[in-house]
């Protein structure tokens, strides 16, 4: 039959239903199918007209209408209901079709998914897609997991459908089972960093400058020429000019100070610390948007612990410039910290992440989408592992050069009280990576007096504990020390 469609879509909100029309304006027939029907009939009327769908109201007319082997995309909440959309498509398909989980699912539930559905002789692909309803209709960023041939069978249609930059598409095949998820979840996670380093740049501009928006707007479009140039800088000209049609004030001044999250940053930092990964940048940015959410404590707060804003010093040139520099060496700690996490989890998952290629595939479609994933992916291209990007020529360059405005504009935020967790935190992480000697030595001493944890020496092999509180004396222990090793 030629009728049959190439893919077939569950779950038609924001991103399913966007997914579905770029996926049919590539000329490809689309199953769509949404729990709701009228969600279905919504979508057939907006859009019916663009390419050639082929709406159901059941599951089962759903899966007669795709060819097989079939290709289901699942666009749904993640969590339960992607498992309660499996449990009713299951005994609907056959061996070999492909159930394609596009949502923001956990890695570690892709991997279960994943296994269940080869047990049943069925493939899985776990597929993060990021770049919003834009970049879900005009191309986005997409991330596959999951067997290699389950993905050979859909890249046709998964390139066509990505975004594309300098000739290449912004999808590529990440690795087994949960990878494809996992790298988006990091993806959100350099987003959180990203958008925090962002707001503690407005938040100096506007407290201790005392610049409002729209002049806060032109310094960050003028941003658009150096190397921060990105789509979240972009977008943030946009929102800082925006002004208030009821109240006549930039728009940004009446939105409430509370950020919402939906856990992808956060399931990033907890795995940062299943990993034993210093990721300070993206912690932090999590950790302030949790802060950001106790707003009657804050309110309390600073009537008991009084917060006196500056008076607005004028910030000159070297001033703005300073801020941008500090951005962007803390932007670099957060992507090195980033990247540094995914080499672990490919490691201990035993993934082969091909890092160079997910720089490559963020480039164009994704919400962190910026020209500064050029320089990643040309550090990836000389060599194949990195420790840290960091050391890498470019970047060690870049922020050697910025060192001294990021020291000076996080002593300025210190000086007038504003809160910089994620500016202050990377300049720290820093300072921390590039001390061949730090003050670990003193911990190692503190656990072995009370916990007996053991250390080492630096002038003789094995492990040592020292009776510190009976006759001082030292001695050598076959044990090793208590919680391992940390990652070198
Ligand atoms: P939502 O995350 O808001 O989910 C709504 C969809 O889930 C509707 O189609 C709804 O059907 C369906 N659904 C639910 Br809820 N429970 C269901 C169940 N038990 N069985 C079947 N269907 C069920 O949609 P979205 O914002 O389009 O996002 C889809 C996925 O893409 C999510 O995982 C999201 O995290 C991810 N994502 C979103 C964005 C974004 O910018 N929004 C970006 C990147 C990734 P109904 O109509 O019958 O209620």
Known sequence: MTDLCDIGVIGLAVMGANLARNAAHK??????????????????????????????????????SLAKPRAIVIMVKAGKPVDAVIEELLPLLDGGDIVIDGGNSLFSDSNRREAALKQKGLRFVGMGVSGGEEGALLGPSMMPGGERDAYERIAPMVTRMAAQ????????????????????????GIEYADMQLITEAYDLFKTVYGMDAPLIATIFEGWKTSPLDSYLIDITTEVLKKTDAKTGK???????DEAEQKGTGRWTAANA?????????????????????????????????????PAGRTASQADIDAVRDALYASKIVAYAQGFEQMTAASKDYGWGLKLGEVATIWRGGCIIRAAFLNRIRDAYAAKQEIPNLVLEDYFRDAVLKAEPAWRKVVGLAVEHGVAIPAFSSSLSYYDGLRRARGPANLLQGLRDFFGAHTYRRLDEEGHFHTRWSQDGAEQRTDRPSEGGTPRS
């Open 27 to 64: 000329g490809f027939g689309v199953a769509l199918y949404n729990r709701t029907g009228s969600r279905t009939d919504a979508v057939m009327a907006e859009h019916g007209s663009e390419g050639r769908f082929v709406p159901s109201h059941g599951l089962e007319d759903f899966v007669a």
């Open 273 to 309: 610390l299943d990993l034993g990964v210093p990721l300070t940048g993206i912690t932090e940015a999590v950790f302030a948007r949790a802060l950001s959410g106790r707003r009657a404590l804050r309110g309390e707060a600073e009537k008991l612990l009084p917060f006196e804003a």
């Open 165 to 188: 930059v300098d000739g290449e598409p912004c999808a590529t095949y990440i690795g087994p089972a949960g990878a494809g998820h996992y790298v988006k979840m990091v993806h959100n």
């Open 250 to 256: 930039p728009l940004v001044d009446v939105i409430v």
